[in-house]
């Protein structure tokens, strides 16, 4: 089955800049999406096919793809910013959806 | 504003049934799609099952097929999840969320999403 890998921890000090890489095979064929959920809440679309960002989502955060490596870059992080983050792609294939195993996000 | 709330969670003893439910409001419901997505305790997100628009195509992911039913009713826009023979492994917050893209299929991805609602699983 296909398999989306995120490291289990990202740390990053304030207003410096996060990168969350969210790796799979042929990633650069399919569109990837990206969710934060912050503790106690339901996730979140902040990233959709790649680079898009819904409406309210701040344009600190941006997604980017190269290759099999699909990121998400938080600039100018803040302590609102901690969270776990999910990288999801929908699998052709398997015709299933898929979802990282998340990240999470500490602020120092 | 788009508005989903599930409810019917609750502790149930393994091998029991469980039926979810998930009002949604603020949209057209019977033009998206509509999918559910549960969290076990301190773990990630994973894909539960996902139904069309006009309800007419569902799909599970491999965990449930053959013990939970994706189903929905347009006329009180409404969208259900029933759970059948359940283990341990099903104890989870369950989500109900919207698919993001357009037509009766959607785009598989997620853009808004219910609280929750908490399944236990024990005896």
């Known amino acids: 089955s296909y398999v989306l890998t995120q490291p289990p921890s990202v740390a990053v000090a304030p207003g410096q800049t996060a990168t969350i890489p969210c790796g799979g095979d042929d990633l650069g064929m399919k569109g990837v999406h990206w969710y934060q959920q912050r503790p106690g809440q339901a996730p979140l679309l902040v990233i959709s096919y790649n680079g898009d960002r819904p409406s309210g989502i701040p344009d600190r955060l941006s997604g980017s793809i190269s290759g099999n490596t699909a990121t998400l870059t938080i600039s100018r992080v803040e302590s609102g910013d901690e969270a776990d983050y999910y990288c999801q792609v929908w699998d052709y294939k398997s015709d299933l959806v898929v979802f990282g195993g998340g990240t999470k996000v500490t602020v120092l | 504003e788009v508005k989903l709330v599930e409810s019917g969670g609750r502790s149930v003893q393994p091998g029991g049934s469980l039926r979810l439910s998930c009002e949604a409001s603020g949209f057209r419901f019977s033009d998206s799609a509509m999918h559910w997505v549960r969290q076990a305790p301190g773990k990630g997100l994973e894909f539960v099952a996902g139904?069309?628009?006009?309800?007419?195509?569902?799909y599970e992911s491999k965990a449930v097929k053959g013990r939970f039913i994706i189903s929905r009713d347009n006329s009180q826009n409404t969208l259900y999840l029933q759970l059948g023979s359940l283990t341990t492994d099903d104890m989870a917050v369950y989500y109900c969320a919207r698919d993001g893209g357009s037509g009766n299929y959607g785009e598989n991805y997620f853009d808004s999403w219910g609280q929750g609602t908490l399944v236990t699983v024990s005896s």
């Open positions: 139904i069309s628009g006009n309800g007419g195509s569902t």
